[in-house]
């Protein structure tokens, strides 16, 4: 049977497909020099991250097993002390005080930035989105040592006209933990302002239709059809505020203490790594290595976080058709 061979009004080359002189059209793609450098620029930029996480991870875990052979795992976790110049290695008043100001970010960002996103994404006019947006990202971008002034001479005193300077010391955790919360309130904002929107309109439609108002639509149909979204938001939200420095640096206090108080002061990991690195520690000491200790401890965190996000976006994810 004798062959035929087709040709498509449309143009073969457009394609990205060339047809040999024998008339038969060829599937192979034709070369393109610029994609294949920009595919390989793209690798190369990839393999540099990963190379330098696992660069920092090696870094990390080599000066904290120096650090474990003096220390052992069960003073380090239990320990109630944190004082170097005395061979006292307990991660807990550090851990606490990291954890308490993170507790009260958490207040104020996940509350008020799922309020800021359901009203940008269901309420707020097209020309009102368009200002608030960009607002919200202005203040992500400033520097966190301002935030840090902030709390420390204006929230602290606030706080102190209240309740009383004899009852809120000038460095505490709740200053600190406040302004964090006005820090990581627009990723929280942006993040679930961005799930809440990619609920099909079909949903919304069908809510109106069976009678219910904007708010139990908003409420009861596009939050929980969110919640996949919703929650990774609020886990890397809550990571954003294990790792900030400088405004509990500033804010929170320059001490290691025990104390679930948040009118006293209290030095979180990242706030003692900062003060600590900034004075006279000799080279491959025992202080010199119990920061890297910390700092895999705040990374391993992180991690166990951002993990824990992920998960939550495959186990609840809404698959919309």
Not at 117 to 143: D, M, Q, T
Not at 258 to 265: A, E, H, I, K, M
Request: proline share 4%.
């Amino acid at each position: 049977m004798k062959r035929r061979s087709f040709r498509s009004p449309i143009s073969v080359e457009s394609a990205g497909y060339h047809e040999e002189r024998t008339g038969f059209i060829t599937l192979a793609r034709r070369a393109r020099p610029g994609e294949t450098l920009v595919e390989a620029f793209l690798l190369f930029c990839a393999a540099i991250s990963i190379f330098t996480t696992l660069g920092i991870v090696a870094t990390l875990g080599r000066e904290s097993l120096s650090f474990f052979r003096e220390v052992s795992f069960i003073e380090f976790f239990t320990g109630r002390v944190w004082q170097p110049a005395i061979g006292e290695f307990g991660i807990l008043p550090l851990l606490t005080a990291t954890l308490a100001t993170s507790f009260y970010a958490m207040l104020v960002a996940l509350p008020l930035g799922l309020v800021v996103a359901i009203y940008l994404s269901e309420y707020a006019p097209f020309g009102v989105r368009e200002v608030l947006k960009p607002v919200l990202e202005v203040l992500a971008g400033v520097p966190t040592v301002v935030y840090g002034y902030f709390a420390l001479t204006t929230v602290t005193p606030f706080l102190q006209g209240i309740l009383g300077q004899d009852r809120v010391e000038v460095y505490n955790t709740l200053s600190a933990g406040l302004v964090m919360g006005i820090l990581i309130l627009p990723l929280v904002a942006s993040m679930c302002e961005d799930a809440l929107s990619a609920v099909p309109a079909a949903l919304r439609e069908g809510a109106y239709a069976m009678g219910a108002t904007k708010l139990e639509t908003s409420v009861k149909i596009v939050v929980p059809s969110a919640f996949s979204g919703l929650a990774a938001a609020f886990i890397l939200a809550l990571s954003r505020a294990v790792g900030e420095t400088m405004i509990v640096a500033l804010a929170a206090g320059a001490g290691p203490n025990l104390t679930l108080n948040p009118f006293r002061s209290a030095e979180t990991m990242t706030g003692h790594i900062v003060r600590i690195s900034g004075g006279d520690l000799s080279y491959d000491s025992i202080d010199y290595r119990s920061l890297f200790a910390i700092a895999l401890l705040l990374f391993l965190v992180t991690l166990a976080l951002n993990i824990l996000s992920r998960k939550i976006i495959r186990r609840y994810r809404e698959v919309y058709e």
